[in-house]
């Protein structure tokens, strides 16, 4: 069983919808929680950063932690065309100064 | 400010070959990461130094795989020899020594897409 898994995709969505993208995970012991976004030809780029369970919104995105499931979300509202990109989960057990763990990533094409 | 930068941003080699892979962290950062992502796998860790050391090297697959980073700068990794299954993207991150912020985490490079024929 991986650690980690994400939806494999590609989803496509009409511009302005809501966009639910979920990774569920095996290792009890990953506390810090992350959400990376990559464009074509480009290297990971942090997008949210969540430590243990909660909610945490920035603008049009949120992310959602719920350890008693294994299972973290990311919402994003009034989709756009400039969010077309590959949408990774990432997760570490001490921290983002160590070993991150990420799960395939899905690829987002939202269209205008 | 400068983001982190890898060379060369694609190689192509012969199976048996050696490639030298370098990445340039984010100036002042102590925390240099090593990972790769094979086609149609997940982007997977190598390593991590912190200055010129190993802190962790847990996820180095083989005795094929050396990485350096000599004076705590910029980091190399060499593969001798390359097997086929070797060719991917390789990615460098790079963080501070201190996180400041919750929201601080690793900064990655563009990568190094690495064709192994």
């Known amino acids: 069983q991986k650690e980690v898994e994400q939806d494999p995709g590609p989803l496509s969505v009409p511009e302005g919808a809501i966009v639910s993208l979920n990774c569920t995970y095996s290792n009890s012991a990953f506390q810090y929680f992350m959400w990376y976004r990559q464009y074509s030809r480009k290297g990971p780029e942090l997008l949210m950063y969540t430590y243990s369970s909660g909610n945490k919104e920035d603008g049009r995105f949120t992310a959602q932690v719920d350890k008693s499931s294994k299972y973290i979300s990311l919402f994003i509202r009034d989709s756009q065309p400039s969010d077309s990109a590959t949408y990774l989960c990432a997760m570490s057990v001490t921290g983002a100064n160590s070993k991150l763990t990420f799960g395939k990533g899905i690829t987002l094409s939202v269209r205008p | 400010e400068a983001g982190v930068t890898q060379f060369p941003s694609h190689s192509v080699i012969e199976k048996g070959q050696t490639v030298t892979l370098r990445c340039d962290p984010i100036?002042?950062?102590?925390?240099l990461y090593w990972y790769r992502r094979v086609m149609g796998k997940e982007i997977k860790f190598l390593l991590h130094?912190?200055?010129?050391?190993?802190?962790?090297e847990s996820g180095m697959p083989n005795n094929r795989f050396l990485a350096e980073r000599t004076g705590g700068t910029y980091s190399t990794l060499k593969v001798q020899p390359a097997e086929l299954e070797d060719s991917g993207v390789y990615f460098c991150a790079s963080s501070p020594r201190l996180l400041a912020v919750l929201t601080d985490t690793q900064y990655f490079g563009p990568g190094t897409r690495l064709t192994v024929l």
């Open positions: 130094f912190v200055k010129e050391s190993k802190q962790d």
């Open positions: 100036s002042g950062h102590d925390n």
